[in-house]
């Protein structure tokens, strides 16, 4: 039975990964769609390092906070991982005032796309190792 909870949360967590690299992928072309726009500022959607502090709570001792207005010590597990859009102030001497590099958005764009790719892949051998256990082996 600990198999097939462990192919669950193997699988919860692929789930998450996909959702989380769907959202990065918006953020990154509402950047390439306002390279052009002046005034424009770049966002970028940072959830890898949440991702991974939760992962490596599981198992370990879950620290809480006693009052609701305490400041949470981050995600109590990889559900809970939403991610962060922040805004990069501009860095160039142009006088749009735009900071998209299109060149470095595609650059990001294809790196998530390429993790993307695999997060599914790896959840589609999940669903079929499942499908072929239930199906007896056969």
Do not use: C, W
């Not at 950047?31 to 991974?52: C, M, Q, W």
């Not at 009052?67 to 922040?86: E, R, W």
């Amino acid at each position: 039975m600990d198999a097939l909870k462990s192919l669950d949360r193997q699988m919860q967590l692929l789930s998450k990964v996909l959702d989380l690299r769907a959202e990065k992928a918006q953020v990154i072309s509402a950047n390439i769609a306002n390279a052009e726009t002046p005034g424009y500022s770049r966002s970028v959607f940072n959830f890898e390092k949440d991702l991974s502090n939760a992962i490596k709570q599981t198992g370990a001792i879950q620290l809480t906070t006693s009052h609701n207005g305490h400041i949470p010590l981050g995600p109590a597990n990889f559900n809970s991982v939403v991610g962060k859009i922040t805004k990069v102030p501009n860095q160039t001497a142009i006088g749009d005032q735009n900071g998209v590099s299109v060149e470095q958005e595609m650059i990001a764009l294809s790196e998530n796309e390429i993790l993307y790719e695999t997060s599914a892949q790896l959840l589609n051998k999940k669903l079929s190792l499942l499908k072929h256990v239930i199906s007896g082996g056969q």
